[in-house]
């Protein structure tokens, strides 16, 4: 059977087919340029500008005017394009903050939630490590007062706070807390005790060395005339004592 070509076609059909793809084009011209005016009247800071400023926080280590100079700028942006994402970075610069949730409340009020970073121990010279064996860097006249100091490879903080948290807790029945607490690059464990006695575990089981220690410290450790200045616990069977203003001294 024939076919009709496009030039056998009658003109008006040809018209009509124009005129429609014509109409098509204004339509999605139209509605592209009302979608492009909405978004410019909706992102108009001066149309739908932000009102209110909420913060959570608790303040321990920050405080109001570093927030503020921080949160400002972005103030100018209005509710629509506010940016929560850059704020966030911005605010997690700030080296007491652990953690930042940022929610819009329409239609017009930013609400802030601020966690702050838990110290546990100083690291190093300048670091401090926090409650998820995580280090940073807080200003100098930030850190607070004592805190137990870790030393330890890079490599290693996380191992050297799960240790220190298991040792913490089988001294404290003793009245006994770290003040401080190092491993060597051999992973070797050293610790001082707030009684100022050094502890030195050594690498191979340590906690069943400590255990030997808990165990034989009240018979042996409690006297108040016997101070004991250091105590060797890398022994298989024992240790050796270094007494406070005496010699070295073994025991089994």
Known sequence: MATMSDDTKPAIYQLSTRLFRILQLLVGLILILGLVYGWKCLSDPLKFPIRSIKIDSSYQHIDQPSLKEIISPYLNQGFIRFGTNALKEDLLKLPWIADVRIART??????????????????GQTDLLNDK????????????????????????????????????????????????????????????????????????????????????????????????????????????INWHNTQETRTK
């Not at 329409?106 to 690291?123: G, L, M, S």
């Not at 870790?150 to 799960?162: E, G, R, T």
């Not at 030195?200 to 410290?217: A, E, M, S």
Request: neutral net charge; aromatic residues 10%.
């Open 106 to 123: 329409w239609p017009d009020t930013v609400i802030i939630h601020i966690t702050e970073q838990q110290a546990v121990a100083r690291f």
């Open 133 to 240: 064996g995580q280090t940073f860097s807080p200003p100098a006249n930030t850190i607070p007062a004592g805190l137990p100091l870790f030393n330890a490879p890079a490599d290693q903080i996380d191992s050297l706070w799960k240790n220190f948290q298991t040792i913490s807790d089988l001294l404290a029945p003793l009245g006994l807390t770290i003040t401080q607490f190092m491993m060597d690059d051999r992973l070797s464990l050293k610790m001082i005790l707030n009684n100022g006695t050094i502890l030195l575990l050594g690498k191979t089981d340590p906690l069943l060395r400590l255990q030997r220690f808990v165990k034989v410290y009240p018979h042996v450790f409690t006297s108040a005339k016997m101070r004991a200045d250091y105590i060797d616990l890398r022994y298989e069977n024992g240790a050796a």
